[in-house]
C-alpha cells in the first residue's frame, strides 16, 4: 500500500486482523484498548493507523472531485497535540504541539464530508481550507458557518463572488458553575447574518456540521471531551481524522439516508467495507 516502515507493518500483518484493528479505532477505542483486544502491539496499531490514514487521505483526495452540493455547512473542532496551548514552552514548535482545530465541510443534504483541513484556528488554515473546498465543487453554492472572522475573509479568497454566505450565532442562556456544568448549555436564540451574495436564510444553518462533531468526539477517542487519549504526534491527529471521514464517507450507514453519504452523493454505487479502504491504494 504504502512504500515505508508504516506500509510494512500492514504486509506483516493479515488482512483479517486489520481489518479487526481499524474496526476498533473507527468506532471510538483508545489505542491501548484496541492493543487490549486485538492482542496487538500498540506501536503496530498506531503504524497501521498511519499508513492507513494516509491512503485514506488520497482517497478523499481524488474521490471528492466534481461534487454538485447545493449548500454547505462549516465548522471547526477542538483537540490538542502532545499538551495543551497554555503549557507550551519556548522551545515547542507551536505548529505541530499544543492547540489543534479540524475544519470540517459537510453536504446536509449528503451528509457528504468533501473537505476537511487540520491546523491552527486561523486565517492561514482556514483559506487553505475553503480554497480546497472550492476546487472540489462544480456550481455555485451557499455557506453556511458560525462567527469565525477567518471564514469571512477566507471565503472571499477561495470563492469571490461565486458563493451566497451567510453567518449564524447562537445565544445561550447564562448558567451558574455548578454540578451541571458540563452539560450542553441551552440555545435560547440564533441570529442570522447575509455575509455575502444572496443566501436563503432559511437555510443559514451549522446544526448538521455541529451534530458531526458529536460523531467525532464519540468515535475518535483522542477527541472526547476530558481524556487521557490526546495525540502525541501531529502525525497522529491527521491520520486519525483522515481514517474517520473515509469510514464515514463509504463505509458507515447513515440512519437517516439508509446508504453512506458516498452512495447518497453519487460517488460509488456501493457500500465499502473496511477491507475496501485498506485496499485501495492496491
Request: charged share 25%; hydrophobic share 40%; glycine share 4%.
Amino acid at each position: 500500500m504504502v512504500k515505508s516502515r508504516e506500509g510494512a507493518v500492514m504486509n506483516r500483518i493479515s488482512r483479517d486482523r486489520q481489518t479487526q484493528i481499524i474496526g476498533c479505532l473507527v468506532e471510538g477505542n483508545s489505542i491501548r484498548s484496541t492493543e487490549r483486544m486485538t492482542e496487538t502491539h500498540r506501536d503496530t496499531i498506531m503504524r497501521l493507523m498511519i499508513s492507513a490514514g494516509e491512503v485514506c487521505a488520497n482517497l478523499m483526495d481524488e474521490r471528492m472531485r466534481n461534487l454538485s452540493c447545493r449548500r454547505i455547512q462549516l465548522d471547526e473542532i477542538w483537540a490538542y497535540v502532545q499538551k495543551k496551548q497554555r503549557h507550551l514552552t519556548p522551545t515547542d514548535d507551536p505548529s505541530r504541539v499544543g492547540d489543534q482545530w479540524t475544519f470540517v465541510a459537510l453536504d446536509p443534504d449528503t451528509k457528504i464530508i468533501p473537505a476537511f483541513r487540520v491546523g491552527k484556528r486561523d486565517l492561514e488554515t482556514a483559506t487553505a481550507f475553503l480554497i480546497d473546498l472550492s476546487e472540489r465543487l462544480i456550481n455555485r453554492i451557499q455557506i453556511s458557518s458560525d462567527a469565525l472572522r477567518a471564514y469571512v475573509d477566507a471565503t472571499e479568497q477561495a470563492f469571490g463572488s461565486d458563493a451566497d454566505y451567510g453567518q449564524i450565532v447562537k445565544i445561550y442562556e447564562c448558567e451558574p458553575v455548578g454540578p451541571g456544568r458540563y452539560s450542553p448549555p441551552h440555545v435560547v436564540d440564533a441570529k442570522r447574518s447575509v455575509i455575502s451574495g444572496n443566501p436563503d436564510l432559511r437555510h443559514i444553518s451549522t446544526s448538521y456540521v455541529e451534530r458531526q462533531n458529536l460523531t467525532m468526539r464519540m468515535n475518535m477517542r483522542r477527541f472526547t471531551r476530558l481524556t487521557n487519549a490526546f495525540s502525541k504526534k501531529i502525525e497522529n491527529l491527521r491520520a486519525a481524522v483522515a481514517l474517520h471521514f473515509a469510514h464515514y464517507n463509504f463505509v458507515r450507514i447513515h440512519k437517516t439516508l439508509r446508504v453512506t453519504p458516498a452512495m447518497e452523493a453519487g460517488i460509488t454505487n456501493r457500500l465499502w467495507t473496511i477491507s475496501d479502504l485498506l485496499e485501495w491504494a492496491n
